[in-house]
Nanobody, 124 residues
Framework: QVQLVESGGGLVQAGASLRLSCAAS????????AGWFRQAPGKEREFVAA????????NYADTVKGRFAISRDNAKNTVDLQMRSLKPEDTADYFC?????????????????WGQGTLVTVSS
């Protein structure tokens, strides 16, 4: 079993940067891919970024490629999302996910464990 707790959300202006962090508990964390998803009000949850268990492979949604960077520290059991050049359309609840054992998937149903989310609001 893996438990995930996100932190780092908040209210920022467009163009600003923000770093989200996800702290994981559980021995299987480093052996599986982890990812970040987001859900804006009235919209479906969407993929943002994913990283393999070793950290050697990453995958990004086109909407964030070049602006966001996912990283992980398996010694600390954390996975972070560095967000730059934030836009109002990045406003959403951001969820950490883990427990995907094949590749760096974009589909939410391939992740077994989920955090509760952290809210990011970008004002124009």
């Amino acid at each position: 079993q893996v438990q995930l707790v996100e932190s780092g959300g908040g209210l920022v202006q467009a163009g600003a940067s923000l770093r989200l962090s996800c702290a994981a508990s559980g021995r299987t964390f480093s052996s599986s891919a982890a990812g970040w998803f987001r859900q804006a009000p009235g919209k479906e949850r969407e993929f943002v970024a994913a990283i393999s268990g070793s950290g050697g492979l990453t995958n990004y949604a086109d909407t964030v490629k070049g602006r966001f960077a996912i990283s992980r520290d398996n010694a600390k059991n954390t996975v972070d999302l560095q967000m730059r050049s934030l836009k109002p359309e990045d406003t959403a609840d951001y969820f950490c996910a883990a427990g995907a054992f094949f590749g760096v998937p974009r589909r939410a149903n391939e992740y077994r464990y989920w955090g509760q989310g952290t809210l990011v609001t970008v004002s124009s």
